[in-house]
């Protein structure tokens, strides 16, 4: 899903992942693709439903403001899910990369025909501008070597088109149920983006908190008004 965090130094200066690292962040998401863990996303549950429709909602609003009305060439960095993309937005394309063969793997077997790629995000085999588009969901959380953050946010950067947008959304609170990730905040997401601008949000109710709404899951949108209960940002971050 998401690079190595651990990274040392090539002959030439560059951030290089070895198989330590993979290794490590493997384990990782088994833990967190262990069914007692993942169970606590079904969309089974009202108040997670709230929160996906809310996440949409905004991303749409951010997308139409930012990306003009043509056909996207889209990458999906971690393969994640693609769940920041409007239903209604025009998209020509999309390839999927992630670090870990074997999620590539699951998608196949899970009948999903999107194309993908295996490789590492701090070295994109793209060429520069070669997308519209790069969607990171709850990704780079999951890095927590600052050198390898740096490295991805300027490879992502590089393969973006003149006029294309970074898709983002993930945590800006540490996350009590996954010790293996690292928030990052309004500053720091404008710090690794630094050449591109656009709007960030914050959203999200406390995910524990929304999925005990139960049959009050139309308090949702009540507590989302309060803005110490968002756990996300969501960007649309472009590119001049």
Known sequence: MSPGQHEDNGPNGSVRTNRTDQSQLARRYDRLLDDRYSSRWSLDNAGNRESLAERLRVMQR??????????????????????????????????????????????????????????????????????????????????????????????????????????????????????????????????YFSDLSGSVVSLTVLPPLARRLGRAHRAYAVLARAPFLRTHLAACLVKP
């Open 62 to 191: 951010l997308i139409h403001q930012s990306l003009a009305n043509r056909p996207l060439r889209v990458l999906d960095l971690g393969c994640g899910g693609l769940t920041l993309l409007p239903p209604d937005l025009n998209v020509d394309f999309i390839v999927g990369v992630d670090l870990l063969f074997d999620r590539l793997r699951s998608l196949r077997e899970r009948g999903d025909a999107t194309p993908t790629v295996n490789a590492d995000g701090a070295f994109l085999p793209f060429p520069n501008g070669a997308f519209d588009a790069v969607v990171m969901s709850t990704m780079l959380s999951s890095v927590l070597d600052e050198p390898a953050r740096l490295a991805i946010c300027s490879e992502v950067s590089r393969i973006l088109n003149v006029g294309g947008a970074v898709l983002w959304y993930d945590f800006r609170v540490r996350s009590i149920g996954n010790s293996a990730t690292r928030p990052i905040r309004r500053s720091g997401l404008r710090r």
